[in-house]
T-cell receptor, first 111, second 117 residues
């Protein structure tokens, strides 16, 4: 089983749509959780950290469910500029915080 | 924010040659750097953890003799792909950590696209 699994996508949505991405992780010892955005052939850029209490940053809302080992990202009012690949990332836990990425979900927002 | 410089951005080489990729933290000291590889339409796969002044720790399935990592200073880690072959063609990205825990203090280089002919 992969350490981090995501919806394969792609998601093709019109501008203004709400889209949700899901991610599960296998290591219950993981301590930190993130969503990254990656554009083609570029480095990933941190979108937001994910906390158990849930957190929101403008149109983006992230949730963590430790019991189910599940992370989600909600994007409201999608913009054309949101088109990218969204990666969830989880620290491996244990003695060293290595960041492990999911395979990513591609989002294409069309007019 | 902190800047990580990765060089070169692109490299094309013949099969059998070795390629060195540099990763520099420009405005902070990085005791730990990570090297990732990404094949088309796949995720970033952690290859190894590079610790300043000590041997790198490789992930399962990554050949340490194939991918040589040197972290000789607090601002520089290098990855050398030895005797590169077409299957080594990939996008390689480094990241550097500023603090003791990963959180938001992880910064990525811009990546190196390696094409082996």
């Amino acid at each position: 089983r992969k350490e981090v699994e995501q919806d394969p996508g792609p998601f093709n949505v019109p501008e203004g749509a709400t889209v949700a991405f899901n991610c599960t992780y296998s290591n219950s010892a993981s301590q930190s959780f993130f969503w990254y955005r990656q554009d083609c052939r570029k480095e990933p850029k941190l979108l937001m950290s994910v906390y158990s209490s849930g957190n929101e940053d403008g149109r983006f809302t992230a949730q963590l469910n430790r019991a189910s080992q599940y992370i989600s990202l909600l994007i409201r009012d999608s913009k054309l500029s949101d088109s990218a690949t969204y990666l969830c990332a989880v620290t491996r836990g244990g003695g060293y915080n290595k960041l492990i990425f999911g395979a990513g979900t591609r989002l294409a927002v069309h007019p | 924010g902190a800047v990580v410089s990765q060089h070169p951005s692109w490299v094309i080489c013949k099969s059998g040659t070795s390629v060195k990729i540099e990763c520099r933290s420009l405005d902070f000291q990085a005791t730990t750097m990570f090297w990732y590889r990404q094949f088309p339409k796949q995720s970033l796969m952690l290859m190894a953890t590079s610790n300043e002044g000590s041997k790198a720790t490789y992930e399962q399935g990554v050949e340490k003799d194939k991918f040589l990592i040197n972290h000789a200073s607090l601002t520089l880690s290098t990855l050398t792909v030895t005797s590169a072959h077409p299957e080594d063609s990939s996008f390689y990205i480094c990241s550097a950590m500023t603090g003791g825990t990963i959180n938001e203090k992880l910064f990525f280089g811009s990546g190196t696209q390696l094409s082996v002919l």
